[in-house]
């Protein structure tokens, strides 16, 4: 079964970039469509954005100026980056299989943006 | 954009009862609506998707119905490990977004 898991340094210093991997085992990465989610700690969930398997990708309109979403099919992984982050952006990090719903997901990675 | 409402915020039971909990969408997301249950610590788990239909592994007592703009997540009878957060998800038009959350707590 396919199985997920984010990896990505843990804190960020404001205005830098967040970067951070999704790691896919137990099935191809080319097969499926892919997913990030963020959500704030005590909050909702919020959709980031998608990587097609033809690797056009798909973004919230609310942060779209600042995410850029990539697949590397050698290593069966994709990956996120966010820049000029606020501490705003201060999240639980998940990435998720989307075949149009979200299944399954990683374990999430929580990002702090401090000085 | 797609706005999903949920309601109530909170719904306070006892394990034994029916739970119904309500997403409504702004405009019509036809039958491109999904649950998730979440529980403290954890990713949300896909219980339900194009609005009535039960991932693999969920059991019975979770159902779906509803389409257009009005969705309801049932519950028949709760278990204590039901006891959670619960969030719907559209769509319809490529840009996925959730509702708010409905926590069920134990009465």
């Known amino acids: 079964q396919v199985q997920l898991q984010e990896s990505g340094p843990g804190l960020v210093k404001p205005s830098e970039t967040l970067s951070l991997t999704c790691t896919v085992s137990g099935g191809s990465i080319t097969n499926y469509h892919w997913s990030w989610i963020r959500q704030p700690a005590g909050k909702g969930l919020e959709w980031i954005g998608r990587m097609f398997t033809s690797g056009s990708t798909k973004y919230n309109p609310s942060l779209k100026s600042r995410v850029t979403m990539s697949l590397d099919t050698s290593k069966n992984q994709f990956s996120l980056q966010l820049n000029s982050v606020t501490a705003a952006d201060t999240a639980v990090y998940y990435c998720?299989?989307?075949?149009?719903?979200?299944?399954?997901w990683g374990q999430g990675t929580l990002v702090t943006v401090s000085s | 954009e797609i706005v999903l409402t949920q309601s109530p915020a909170t719904l306070c039971l006892s394990p034994g009862e029916r739970a119904t909990l309500s997403c409504r969408a702004s405009q019509s997301v036809s039958s491109f609506l999904a649950w998730y249950q979440q529980k403290p610590g954890q990713a949300p788990r896909l219980l339900i998707y194009d609005a009535s239909n039960r991932a693999t592994g969920i059991p019975a007592r979770f159902s779906g119905s509803g389409s257009g703009t009005e969705f309801t997540l049932t519950i028949s009878s709760l278990e204590p490990e039901d006891f959670a957060v619960y969030y719907c998800q559209q769509r319809s038009d490529w840009v996925a977004t959730f509702g708010q959350g409905t926590k069920l707590e134990i009465k």
């Open positions: 998720a299989r989307d075949p149009y719903w979200f299944d399954p």
